[in-house]
């Protein structure tokens, strides 16, 4: 399984971002899709998750600022991220898992500047 995130970069504060992962290979269901992000020196944290579903689990800084969605026909997890902050800056990392294993991408760079 092979997942590739996309549409990260820099924008400033305010701005918004659409970050994309589709997942691809051999996995029969996914079950959940998320998104991490690790800022330099810091640990990776959980963003939003989203189940099979369609239940949603936000971090309390992103409420109301971000929106996490999914396509099933497509495998493919995204974050829109709007009234984006320099706190935001971190390398952004997606994951989906089948009840038994967990794969990740390959984290795409987000840069907010003030």
């Known amino acids: 399984v092979q997942l590739q995130a996309s549409g990260g970069g820099l924008v400033q504060a305010g701005g918004s971002l659409r970050l994309s992962c589709a997942a691809s290979?051999?996995?029969?269901?996914?079950?959940?899709m998320g998104w991490y992000r690790q800022a330099p020196g810091k640990q990776r944290d959980l963003v939003a998750t989203i189940t099979s579903g369609g239940v949603t689990n936000y971090q309390d800084s992103v409420k109301g600022r971000f929106t996490i969605s999914r396509t099933n026909a497509k495998n493919t997890v995204y974050l829109r991220m709007n009234s984006l902050k320099p706190e935001d800056t971190a390398v952004y990392y997606c994951?989906?898992?089948?009840?038994?294993?967990?794969?990740w991408g390959q984290g795409t760079q987000v840069t907010v500047s003030s």
């Open positions: 994951y989906v898992d089948d009840r038994l294993r967990c794969w």
């Open positions: 290979g051999s996995i029969v269901s996914i079950n959940e």
